[in-house]
């Protein structure tokens, strides 16, 4: 990594590998490491890996940043990002380093996880999971929507013990809130630089055009509906529950394993937004499921009617508008930073399917927060809002 241009894919993926064979040559000296499939991701960089025979996956962040922002050149050019890169990497607050620690202490809690097996230098080494992610589960038995979500719930009421809160309170990962992320993304000079950037190397001019329009709006209302007050004390949240992250392998009758935790702080609606906002996508850019859409979005309306059974009738409808708003921002973020990849960066298997179902994703989110800008009492907005994935879904 040379010069004073922006980095570039492959010299990102070069320093990643590289750092990657240092750090288990450290934990593991003389144990011979070879790298397996690399596992596409816009967060960081991911190898299947096999260490002594054992295998592994394996990964490095960019100074904690989507690998998008780096390769748009926030973090600066590629000299400045290898330079940095070599400090962050040795801070005990990098965000592996947080990872790590909070991988061990909800396995000591009880929760089920993908175990870290190493960590060194910036680089976290995890053991495998294998089985159905809540994703495949839904799409192989929708009628089970409602129940599957609620488990993945429920195996983490762990969250709250007080060994876990301790943790949080000293290595925290915010990076991941669906708010904090929002807001880094579209306020300001550099929300107005991120939205120029929308679709460039992933959509032709016409559609490019259509999606940043219909983004800008939705984004413009967000920025507004966003300033309801909280509601209620803080939790401790997973941070990033989508349903890729939740996986069965020994079925769905038992506890589900959880991989990539971000905890923090946050309001108690946060992971419940995020569960909805990823099913709603799966369920619209990948129709292959054994049933009717309208059979998920039931699961879902019963689902969050469980999370909101204790609530009295005003602190219900405040939080269904909660939710809402954060299920929209979450939507908001995944589609715009595919939009905004650069072609040159490998992209999930699913990431296409939001790509190609671009128009149809904005066309929700018009919809939705227009309603809600409105003023919509929040049961009848998410009643609308529900009808409107299953018709986004049935298209």
């Given at each position: ?223 507004k509906l966003r ?23 020994d079925g769905p ?132 809002a529900l009808r ?8």
């Amino acid at each position: 990594m040379t010069g004073t241009a922006l980095p570039q894919t492959a010299d990102l993926f070069a320093l990643s590998a590289d750092r990657i064979h240092r750090a288990a040559d450290a934990l593991w000296p003389g144990e011979p490491l070879t790298l397996g499939d690399h596992v596409p991701s816009v967060t960081g960089y991911v190898h299947r890996a096999s260490i002594g025979g054992r295998s592994v996956f394996a990964k490095d962040s960019i100074l904690g940043l989507s690998l998008v922002s780096v390769l748009r050149g926030v973090a600066g050019d590629r000299d400045t990002v290898r330079a940095a890169q070599a400090a962050y990497a040795s801070s005990p607050g990098s965000l592996l380093a947080r990872e790590a620690a909070q991988l061990r202490v909800l396995d000591a809690a009880g929760v089920r996880v993908g175990r870290c097996t190493g960590y060194t230098a910036g680089v976290l080494f995890t053991e495998p999971v294998t089985g159905p992610t809540l994703a495949d589960l839904i799409a192989k038995d929708p009628a089970r929507t409602g129940d599957l979500l609620a488990a993945a719930v429920t195996a983490l009421e762990a969250l709250q013990r007080p060994q876990v809160a301790a943790l949080v309170d000293s290595a925290a990962i915010p990076e991941r809130s669906i708010d904090g992320t929002f807001r880094r993304k579209f306020n300001g000079v550099s929300g107005r630089l991120y939205m120029s950037r929308l679709g460039v190397d992933r959509l032709d001019e016409r559609s490019r055009q259509g999606v940043a329009a219909v983004v800008g709006v939705v984004v413009a209302r967000l920025l507004k509906l966003r300033l309801t007050p909280p509601i209620g004390p803080t939790v401790i949240v997973y941070g990033d529950l989508k349903p890729e992250h939740i996986l069965w392998p020994d079925g769905p009758a038992e506890a589900p394993v959880f991989i990539d935790p971000g905890l923090s702080r946050g309001p108690a609606h946060h992971d419940i937004a995020k569960l909805v906002s990823r099913t709603v996508l799966a369920l619209i850019t990948a129709p292959h499921m054994d049933g009717p859409a309208v059979t998920v979005a039931d699961g879902i309306a019963a689902f969050v009617a469980g999370q909101t059974r204790p609530l009295g009738g005003a602190m219900r409808g405040l939080w269904l508008r909660r939710l809402l708003v954060t299920w929209l921002m979450d939507t908001v973020n995944i589609l715009s930073t595919y939009l905004s990849a650069p072609a040159t960066l490998p992209l999930p298997e699913h990431a296409q399917a939001v790509i190609d179902q671009a128009e149809a994703l904005c066309t929700l989110l018009d919809l939705v927060s227009a309603t809600l800008a409105a003023g919509t009492a929040p049961d009848t907005a998410w009643l609308l809002a529900l009808r409107t994935v299953t018709r986004a879904a049935a298209r």
